[in-house]
């Protein structure tokens, strides 16, 4: 853009953005010297956009000289009305189904090929799961990733396959072909499971969430040890599903 | 910054944040021309900087031609861990109270000499409130913003005094000198009220959740109809806020 900026083709707001991007849930605080090697910004670039940042709240200093995320960020976040209506939905069955079964919840969307969480709710007497708010799951390996691949348009696992499917545990299903025989059987039972593919000893069941007009809004599903009978959660999974989706219609 | 800015004394950094800086709860989808109107930029450079947003997944274009803020923003928002660890400490307790009271539960911490909504948790048979996450209360006329107000240092009441305490109904405390002695009660009583002081025909009752160093992290709160009874409640919020704050302790 201007023909000031140290690195050509990058525009001033491009590496804004870059700053931002540093931080994700395995990195909250960064330090400076962090923070332009992530971006690939000069220190100097980097020092005055971050001042910037946190001048306007959106990142903080942290006594050790780190930066984190700030709160205008998370009340500006926190409008994506993708997610909002959503979780408003969503919430109260989510509590409903945490305590009829004591399981750890989750409602993820499709979010630039990978599920993003972005409910969690857990039972105090649930197994520690490690995903977070906020955090991504692989698609083809996690019960709410399989039932956004299942139903969504084919260009999305074609997609999922060329990047790779990573093989994440001995169960993952790597190969194109049993994982879109996977998604059929998931399209059939309108539930989807992972069995230790993603995490060893964690398995997941999920259903759709979807809209008013039938189109796909997120995915419900349950995380919990590895002895746990799916099958007797795949119902209480669905059932919640539909009710949030009924509830989205209503609104 | 730069000599090429149409704006004089305006950063490009500075004029993207005030694009972000236009959406907010009452305003979560917006026009070209709206958004241009209220970050005081011209169109033109509204519109590129729009496109940059959009491209990197901090907006999105709804089919209307508005814009609405992006699952980006949200992700990226969501690492805020002033509010990340204490939601984490809270949710689970703010569940359990909410299945005991069957009313609305809500999380706030300090933002900017206001009370920023971080966590809310409702009963399904519990009286609507306007209040959501993300969403912003006085800290003078809410039961979660006394609580914010009198354990925090004095500049923050002086700040909101000289801000001007905004009559929102007949019986908002809009006198400097009876909102100090009621901050006092509720330092005596370790517990903040709010007699229909925000909105005519809704109360709510508050406690501070403190970390492990003692210091405020932020204030738990009921908000339900004004015939309730808010004494019953009282006990059972400050012991939740308690619990959350043992919990906050021990991470």
Chains 1, 2 share one sequence.
């Not at 979807?210 to 059932?239: F, K, N, Q, Y």
């Amino acid at each position: 853009m201007s023909g000031n900026n140290a690195v050509p083709g990058r525009s001033v707001s491009s590496k804004l953005l870059a700053v931002l991007d540093c931080f994700d849930i395995a990195n909250p605080a960064l330090s400076l010297t962090e923070i332009a090697t992530r971006s690939g910004l000069p220190l100097s670039t980097t020092r005055r956009l971050i001042v910037e940042l946190v001048a306007w709240g959106g990142l903080q200093r942290l006594p050790d000289q780190r930066y984190q995320v700030g709160l205008r960020l998370f009340r500006i976040g926190s409008l994506a009305p993708q997610q909002r209506g959503l979780s408003e939905a969503a919430v109260p069955i989510m509590q409903d189904l945490c305590e009829a079964t004591q399981e750890n919840v989750q409602l993820a969307v499709l979010d630039d090929g990978e599920a993003l969480c972005i409910e969690k709710i857990s039972a105090q007497r649930a197994v520690p799961t490690a995903t977070q708010v906020g955090g991504r799951l692989p698609l083809h390996a996690t019960g709410v990733g399989k039932v956004l691949l299942a139903f969504s348009p084919p260009p999305l696992l074609r997609g999922a396959v060329e990047g790779g499917l990573a093989p994440l545990t001995r169960n993952t299903l790597t190969q194109a072909g049993r994982l879109a025989s996977n998604l059929d059987l998931v399209r059939e039972q309108g539930v989807a499971y992972s069995f230790e593919e993603m995490t060893l000893g964690a398995v997941s069941v999920a259903a759709p969430v979807r809209d008013s007009a039938g189109r796909l809004s997120g995915a419900l599903g349950i995380v919990t040890h590895s002895h746990t009978r799916l099958e007797h959660l795949a119902p209480a999974v669905r059932t919640a599903a539909l009710s949030i989706s009924r509830r989205l219609s209503l609104t």
